[in-house]
């Protein structure tokens, strides 16, 4: 027996919501959209519900047979609404231009692609810009992945990822901005600031899309695609809230996950879209199923096939159809037969026909095929000078014992090791499409600006084979060949900069790992090294947090460098010689063990907190609670002092905070100040500290300034399991300082 929803309430309620909401921001817009929505057949309709993966070369012969020939048959038919991983001046033009001009109403094609932190110029991958709490270089990072895609015809990307994760094992941790939903959410509202700037109908903007809606981040085990099992409370006040700020910040579309969510489905999951989504934060854009994620609800076992899969998501919400051929396939006869209400299909095609019109395709199908402007602005230097910028921001220094950091440039007798120091490929980090192979600056050429007084040493191989997207690296697990040489070399150096970490296409969709150490033989070569020469600075490439706790015991200086796009190597010399000082903090905890995974700052104090002199209280028997490096770590080349807190709460619409922060040390710097609260009792338990707000602050030397807060009800307040958003009267605990772990703290009663 199928499962079918309630459809007669289902629409209903739609028909209902559809007549308050439908309303496009623009009048002469809306009345477009209708306007050409009365004159399309339901076969046209449902043809702008599917998109399509690129499937020819469009500057050559129409195909003849297979695939290829049904979505070019389709395309001339005005079944298609949208194609995705087409790039490309000739190939964007020549597919626009049989939509526009051979199909019967010439409606143009949106053009989609993954332009996921950058286009042409790479910079850091996001969980590494999230680190650098600089939302200005954020939202510069995603301005220049939206002129250079839009170049090449892209007009829609698949960004900001705004999935909340607290696994570090999961691999999409690396496109997302880590552990927290407060900083998550301001990264939201930058990226899509930056990805949709002030115009949408501009040829250098393109529409953003967050995603996954919804609880992607949180798979069971860590493992990608897998069920997520998740309270109403984590699901409102930890996973909502950064979609919530992409959509008020304008985002035009969101994207659907994988997972099912509570046994749901969330391509099929009619309170995530219709209640949440389309109904309580009134969204009027696009829902886009993720790649053949309406096909798969068949493998999930809650569809019996494509047909019943095809119904499922399109009474639940989902606008469009991703490479899963359902919609083109069957919802033209579902509409027939009464299963699936043509208002529904009108409300999807109206918000795809809205978006097409905002981005200015009607007006002109062929803006965003420019090649002038493709030739001009690919590769331009102004964007790798940005890129530079936004990659030194975002290297964190976990540890510098001893001072070797910053290296100076008279230092000679320098040993290099490490097979990602002279790696241009790996850095480059994951999805990155539009981009040629080993066209990062490596570690070794950076350097080379600054200090030539170096030998390199690869130590081991990192893998073996080929390095591409869709295949796993072959990690070396055997060949110890090199490491004998660089044991040697650092036996006879003054000081060793080692770079280890995981590679770019370890991290990323499908990705996971069940061990978050250094692959392959790296461990036994940094222990080989140590051996001989204790003076190590290890630089730490990554895409997610891994488990440094020999390193954090045994080397007295480590960079978390994560994967840092084409400017890399440039980034992380001139944090090494000291030309930067390092003010990336931690958008993630590390752990200090596996097992403390999945692990976020934002613990619950229990029922048995402790510490204890008994066994009879929340730990672990052979490891802290605690961990490794905190949320919102990251040290400087000079030290920051807070003092003086103060909490002025007689305006109970806002309150206001003030610290002062002073640099004490020698050198200018910047500090990242992080305010945390904690409401300490609550109708539902409230975490020991949220973070509520941060300021990123330059100050030279020896001076200092006040630092100013607002804590209004949005920040007090919480929702419960009902949804429903409460502020209660009671205490509330402020603190204040340079991680989620070094806090000033106050108290004040609403």
């Not at 308050?20 to 519900?49: C, F, H, W, Y």
């Not at 033009?93 to 001009?101: H, T």
């Amino acid at each position: 027996m199928r499962y079918r929803p309630n459809f007669t309430v289902i629409t209903l309620f739609c028909l209902l919501f559809f007549s308050l909401t439908s309303t496009a921001k623009d009048p002469d817009i809306d009345r477009k959209v209708n306007e050409l929505l009365g004159k399309m057949t339901l076969q046209e309709k449902v043809g702008q519900m599917n998109q399509y993966n690129g499937f020819w070369d469009a500057t050559g012969p129409a195909p003849t047979d297979g695939d290829a020939k049904l979505k070019y048959d389709h395309l001339r038919a005005g079944l298609v609404g949208s194609v995705l991983n087409v790039r490309g001046y000739e190939h964007v033009r020549e597919l626009q231009q049989v939509a526009v001009e051979e199909t019967r109403l010439g409606i143009p094609l949106i053009f989609a692609l993954d332009v996921i932190h950058g286009h042409k110029t790479l910079f850091p991958v996001p969980l590494a810009e999230a680190a650098s709490w600089d939302l200005e270089a954020i939202e510069t990072s995603a301005r220049i992945a939206a002129i250079e895609s839009s170049a090449q015809g892209i007009n829609w990307t698949f960004a900001p990822m705004v999935d909340i994760s607290e696994d570090a094992r999961w691999g999409r941790v690396v496109e997302g901005a880590g552990e927290d939903p407060y900083l998550g959410s301001q990264v939201a509202i930058a990226r899509v600031n930056g990805f949709q700037g002030d115009d949408l109908a501009a040829n250098d903007t393109i529409a953003a899309c967050a995603k996954h809606f919804a609880a992607y981040g949180f798979p069971l085990a860590g493992r990608d695609y897998n069920r997520a099992d998740i309270s109403r409370d984590t699901l409102y006040n930890t996973v909502f809230p950064p979609f919530e700020a992409a959509l008020n910040a304008g985002a035009r579309t969101v994207m659907n996950s994988f997972n099912t969510v509570n046994g749901i489905p969330a391509t099929a999951s009619t309170f995530l879209m219709r209640d949440i989504l389309k109904g309580r934060w009134a969204f009027d854009g696009v829902v886009v199923s993720d790649w053949g994620s309406v096909s798969e609800l068949v493998a999930h076992g809650f569809a019996e096939d494509l047909e019943h899969a095809a119904e499922l998501a399109a009474n639940a919400g989902s606008d469009m159809d991703m490479e899963g051929y359902a919609y083109v396939k069957h919802l033209e006869n579902l509409v027939k037969e009464g299963k699936v209400s043509e208002a529904l299909v009108d409300d999807a095609v109206r918000r795809i026909l809205t978006l097409k019109f905002e981005l200015g395709l009607f007006d002109n199908p062929y803006g965003y095929s420019d090649k002038a402007r493709e030739e001009k602005l690919l590769g331009h230097k102004k964007h790798l000078a940005a890129a530079r910028d936004v990659a030194k921001r975002s290297i964190v220094l976990l540890k510098n014992e001893g001072e070797l950091l910053p290296i100076k440039k008279s230092q000679k007798n320098i040993a290099v090791i490490g097979p990602l120091a002279s790696d241009k490929n790996s850095v480059l980090g994951t999805w990155r499409a539009a981009v040629d192979d080993n066209t990062a600056v490596s570690l070794i050429e950076g350097m080379t600006q600054y200090n030539k007084h170096f030998i390199y040493q690869e130590g081991v191989k990192f893998n073996l084979g080929e390095e591409t997207f869709a295949s796993p690296i072959v990690v070396n697990e055997t060949d110890r060949t090199g490491m004998a040489e660089a044991v040697a070399l650092a036996a006879e150096s003054d000081i060793v900069v080692m770079m280890l970490g995981e590679h770019g296409f370890q991290s990323g969709e499908g990705r996971s790992r069940t061990h978050i150490d250094f692959p392959g033989l790296q461990q036994e070569l940094l222990e080989a090294v140590h051996a001989k020469n204790k003076n190590i600075i290890l630089v730490v490439a990554s895409g997610r947090p891994l488990d440094l706790s020999w390193a954090d015991q045994h080397v007295p200086a480590i960079l978390q460098a994560w994967q840092l796009g084409s400017e890399s190597g440039n980034a992380l010399a001139e944090v090494l010689f000291g030309h930067y000082n390092p003010s990336g903090k931690l958008p993630v905890s590390f752990p200090r063990s596996l097992g403390q995974v999945p692990f976020t700052y934002r613990q619950l104090n229990t029922g048995r907190p402790g510490p204890k002199d008994n066994v009879f209280w929340s730990h672990y028997n052979d490891e802290k609670n605690s961990p490794l490096y905190p949320f919102g770590h990251g040290l400087s080349y000079t030290g920051f002092e807070y003092s003086k807190l103060r909490i002025d709460s007689s305006d109970k619409s806002s309150i206001r905070v003030s610290v002062k922060l002073k640099n004490v040390g020698k050198r200018k710097g910047e500090e990242v100040a992080q305010l945390y609260i904690r409401d300490r009792v609550a109708s539902t338990v409230r975490p020991l500290k949220e973070l509520k707000g941060f300021q990123k602050v330059e100050l030279a030397a020896g001076k200092s300034k006040t630092l100013k807060f607002t804590l209004s009800e949005k920040e007090l307040g919480f929702y419960n399991a009902d949804g429903q958003f409460l502020l209660e009267n009671g205490e509330f605990e402020v603190m204040v300082g340079g991680s989620s772990d070094t806090l000033l703290s106050e108290v004040f009663t609403y």
